[in-house]
């Protein structure tokens, strides 16, 4: 049930990136790039079981974070899908090429405050192919982390001051299961 229409829309603000408007007495945030607020999340592991993470401060919070690959769907090619964006920022930050991509779930990440969904895709048959590390004045580390000590050194690192996105949680279950609990093949 739609209770604000789309035509009762009060633009508050436009930046380059987001937009804030008010529907009712709701605010809230919006993407102004790419296809409909999309993103997607890469959940990688090399072939020698070491789960990809990487690392870049994120102004928002005025700290570093630790999180999977991800990018926006469609903020630079039209045509962008969840799958072309997903191995197009595996490579971009991590170095590491998918020989196959599996869209797994999509959803809102903060639906009370943004119309951003995220899309969960796991990357299988991994490859090295360079060093990662991002595009622009992204600055990202990257890390590979063993799978069976994944959730531990996440803890270390929020011990030390990191941010540590909560969806990586989702992240870990969904490299040996899919989202309805059945074993990932």
């Not at 789309?6 to 529907?23: I, P, Q, S």
């Not at 962008?80 to 930050?93: F, G, K, N, P």
């Not at 690192?157 to 969806?167: S, V, Y």
């Amino acid at each position: 049930m739609n209770e604000h229409p789309a035509d009762d829309v009060e633009l508050l603000y436009e930046g380059e990136w987001l937009r804030m408007v008010r529907r009712g007495k709701w605010e809230s945030c919006e993407r102004t790039h790419g296809r409909d607020g999309m993103a997607v999340i890469v959940i990688a592991v090399t072939p020698d079981d070491q789960v990809l993470f990487v690392e870049q401060f994120r102004v928002p919070l005025g700290a570093p974070t630790i999180e999977m690959p991800a990018g926006l769907i469609g903020d630079d090619l039209d045509d962008d899908s969840i799958e072309s964006a997903a191995r197009r920022e595996l490579v971009e930050e991590t170095g590491w090429e998918a020989g196959r991509i599996d869209v797994l779930l999509t959803g809102p990440t903060t639906a009370g405050m943004s119309n951003e969904r995220v899309a969960f895709a796991r990357a299988r048959d991994l490859h090295k192919v360079g060093d990662g590390g991002g595009v622009g004045s992204e600055n990202i580390t990257v890390h590979t982390v063993p799978r069976r000590d994944a959730p531990a050194w996440l803890m270390r690192k929020h011990a030390e001051g990191f941010e540590i996105d909560l969806k990586l949680w989702a992240g870990l279950w969904m490299i040996e299961f899919n989202p309805d609990g059945s074993p990932a093949v």
